[in-house]
């Protein structure tokens, strides 16, 4: 085994004596991405074609259960990059459909 690749393994299992990296990048998955993800929801759903008053409130109501529900995703899910992935994907995906919505309207 060269020197390079004990060092490479070295700096890998380092990650996993740390556990409190995890948490940290859990904690900051579940503010950051749950505001993310809630203020896409919310940005999606005021897009409803009902009474923009009511397509807001709507929006905004869902969007304090979804922040809800991606903190519990965040510490919930079985690795840290599977929590960012679970929360980044489905907010691109939400500001996506918006940006298309806004582009036909």
């Known amino acids: 085994m060269s020197l390079a690749s004990a060092m490479t393994d070295a700096a890998a ?22 505001y993310a993800l809630a ?9 409803l074609p009902v009474a923009p008053s009511q397509a807001v409130l709507t929006g905004m ?18 690795s840290a990059w599977r929590a960012w992935a679970g929360l980044v994907v489905p907010t691109l995906l939400l500001f996506a459909i918006a940006w298309l919505q806004q582009g036909a309207a």
């Open 61 to 78: 109501m869902v969007g304090v259960l979804v922040c809800a529900c991606a903190a519990l995703w965040a510490f919930a899910a079985a």
């Open 39 to 47: 203020s896409a929801s919310a940005v999606v759903l005021a897009l």
């Open 13 to 34: 299992l380092a990650w996993y004596r740390r556990p409190w990296l995890g948490v940290l990048s859990r904690s900051l998955a579940a503010i950051f991405g749950g």
